[in-house]
């Protein structure tokens, strides 16, 4: 049925529609006073080197913890912030709230940000991200922003201007969700990144001879690049085995930690934890 309604689109009008209309008002207008109360709080998922099991960098997800929905999927509320205009100040407190916890990491980690289309294409935000490093004094060298590709669908003089302000300032920038675009090699290219995260479906069909060519381009251009590579979502350690003789340095995903708020956080190496958990 909504294969059909989605390839005719002859309705109007559905109270099905309707009624998701009004659902998402109703989040929208309880995001703004979650924003407003500075509700959305922040987990974070550390960034291993493989080689050494060390962390080397932890990524800020935002987590809304909704009174009666539990918690809600950035996947929904980042849409709803977009959408709501919301996005912008949720931003400048995401960016604030991250450079504040990254006062209290061992000072050799750096901290990851994501970065919604919207929120790239905002006028005030090398402002944004100049001020919360200047208000929580953290090392500019310590904070990476990523951004996926879909930010380079609108115009992409404007966004190389943005990318060369931002890293004028001393921020290193990612390319997040690497693979799943339309043309991402031709971005990685073009634009100054710093590091690659390759995406989580790679990383799922790693087994295959496929994804392991293209694995293998990808690491090559990384190289010629100079760019660091990470893959995200990695679950367990054949992947972690096929990353490694791959040349893939880096790796991020529940095999090694699922996102915690920053109190539980751990510093040590997987090896020291698993024995701690077994003990
Ligand atoms: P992302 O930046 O690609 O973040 C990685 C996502 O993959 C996170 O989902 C993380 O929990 C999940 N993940 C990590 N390792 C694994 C794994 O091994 N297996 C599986 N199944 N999943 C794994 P999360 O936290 O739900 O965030 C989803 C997306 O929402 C993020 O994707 C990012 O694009 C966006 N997002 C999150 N926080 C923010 C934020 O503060 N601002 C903006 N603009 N976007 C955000
Ligand atoms: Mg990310
Ligand atoms: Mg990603
Ligand atoms: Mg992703």
Redesign the pocket.
């Given at each position: 049925r909504s294969k059909n309604a989605g390839r005719n689109c002859f309705h109007v009008y559905s109270p099905e529609l309707k009624a998701e209309a009004d659902q998402r008002n109703v989040l929208e207008i309880e995001l703004r006073e979650a924003i407003w109360r500075e509700e959305i709080e922040?987990?974070y998922?550390p960034v291993i080197e493989l080689g050494t099991g060390r962390v080397k960098s932890v990524?800020?997800?935002?987590?809304w913890h909704h009174g009666t929905r539990g918690y809600v999927?950035?996947?929904e509320f980042?849409a709803v912030a977009e959408a709501g205009g919301l996005?912008v100040e949720?931003?400048h407190q995401?960016l604030a709230r991250a450079c504040r916890d990254a006062m209290n990491m061992p000072g050799d980690i750096k901290v990851a940000?994501?970065?919604?289309a919207l929120?790239f294409a905002s006028a005030n935000l090398v402002d944004t991200v100049t001020f919360a490093l200047t208000q929580s004094g953290l090392p500019q060298t310590r904070l990476e922003l990523?951004i996926?590709e879909s930010v380079f669908l609108a115009d992409t003089k404007e966004n190389l201007r943005t990318l060369q302000r931002l890293k004028a300032l001393g921020v290193s920038i990612a390319l997040?969700?690497f693979g799943v675009g339309y043309s991402s090699l031709s971005y990685l290219t073009a634009f100054p990144f710093d590091k690659v995260?390759i995406?989580?479906s790679f990383i799922d069909r790693i087994d295959r001879c496929e994804t392991v060519a293209v694995l293998k381009s990808i690491v090559q251009l990384a190289k010629t690049l100079k760019l660091s590579i990470v893959a995200?979502?990695?679950?367990s350690s054949e992947q972690v085995r096929r990353l490694q003789s791959l040349g893939i340095p880096l790796g991020?995903?529940?095999?090694f930690s699922?996102?915690v708020p920053l109190t539980e956080l751990s510093w040590q190496a997987p090896t020291a934890r698993r024995k701690r958990r077994v003990a």
């Open positions: 922040l987990f998922q990524e800020a997800l935002a987590r999927p950035p996947a980042i996005i949720l931003g995401v940000v994501n970065l919604s929120q990523e996926t997040d969700d995260k995406d989580k995200e979502g990695v679950e991020q995903g529940f095999h699922k996102p």
